[in-house]
């Protein structure tokens, strides 16, 4: 199975590098960044040890999608897509913090709620929830943008703003923004049969300091998505909802007794199992998206990003 699960590329006016948990992002002349979305595997903060065939490309093709189908709402980074794995846009200096938002009790909130919390991120959540249920309305729970592979940490409005992390009239537009998104991100999810149960955006300030939308937006990595039919059913007959996330690595990776924490060994990846969660992947892409998942030539990955790279870069 090939796949790219890393990349040491040399472009013409390259400054760095930045390899993150899953993409990394080339700087161009301090002016543009070209992000490579690898086939590299992230579950409770830690990259597994096996790449997933055309995760990458999958991950890049949702992301830019949903770029431009939200670009008349929130400006974003993107410039162009030149390769299946790659996208390319200005340089941004991004906030330090994560914009979570949630319309339903489930996954990382569940868990604080199953342990008794109430608050999170400074948000009250209801009494009397079950797991998955909707709340009255979406929340938003930020998260600290981690540097060097540590964990993201909780963090709530007020803290963001007495730390100075985001200012406030910054932080207000975040806010709009991540609502303006998770209700576009809703209304497309409707229209295939799909519930956006939670997600997360990333921003950035351009050259000029205009905030816009950066990274990826409405992918499985960075989304949980539930099938809208018989999700009613389910929850009062307190069945666990039909979901396309990657939860469903996270619940293995849990059953085989790791949760990111110290001391515990990633369980064994078996090319099987590689296999299933590649068509795992390409079920997300198709019922996201509503159109078929067409494979890039991986025969010599490296070699087709750089050519369609330096061939963008020379225009």
């Not at 595997?41 to 189908?69: E, R």
């Not at 991986?298 to 225009?315: G, Y």
């Amino acid at each position: 199975m090939n796949t790219i699960t890393t990349t040491n590329f040399q472009f013409p006016n390259q400054k760095s590098v930045y390899r993150g948990k899953v993409r990394e992002v080339y700087n161009i002349n301090n002016e543009l960044l070209v992000m490579i979305a690898t086939d590299r595997l992230s579950a409770f903060d830690v990259v597994l040890p096996k790449g997933i065939p055309y995760k990458g490309q999958i991950l890049n093709q949702i992301a830019t999608k949903f770029m431009h189908l939200t670009q008349d709402i929130v400006p974003n980074w993107l410039i162009a897509t030149p390769d299946a794995n790659v996208a390319i846009g200005y340089l941004c200096e991004p906030f330090k913090v994560e914009m979570v938002i949630r319309g339903y009790l489930s996954g990382h909130a569940a868990r604080e709620y199953a342990s008794g919390k109430r608050i999170i991120c400074g948000v009250t959540m209801p009494d009397d929830l079950k797991e998955n249920d909707k709340f009255p309305k979406p929340i938003i729970t930020p998260t600290t943008k981690a540097d060097n592979g540590s964990h993201d940490e909780d963090i709530s409005c007020e803290a963001i703003l007495v730390n100075n992390i985001v200012s406030k009239e910054d932080y207000l537009v975040l806010e709009k923004y991540t609502r303006a998104l998770y209700q576009r991100g809703t209304e497309i999810a409707a229209s295939r049969g799909l519930i956006l149960v939670d997600t997360k955006y990333e921003f950035g300030k351009t050259k000029d300091g205009k905030i816009v939308l950066i990274d990826e937006i409405h992918t499985p990595d960075s989304s949980r998505y539930f099938y809208a039919e018989g999700y009613k059913e389910r929850q009062e007959s307190g069945e666990e909802q039909k979901q396309l996330s990657k939860e469903f690595v996270r619940r293995w990776l849990i059953e085989n007794g790791f949760q990111g924490k110290l001391g515990q060994q990633i369980p064994y990846m078996s090319d099987e199992y590689v296999e299933e969660v590649s068509e795992r992947y390409i079920e997300l892409y198709e019922n996201i998206l509503g159109e078929k998942f067409i494979k890039a030539d991986i025969s010599n990955i490296q070699q087709r990003i750089e050519q369609n790279v330096l061939k963008f870069l020379k225009t």
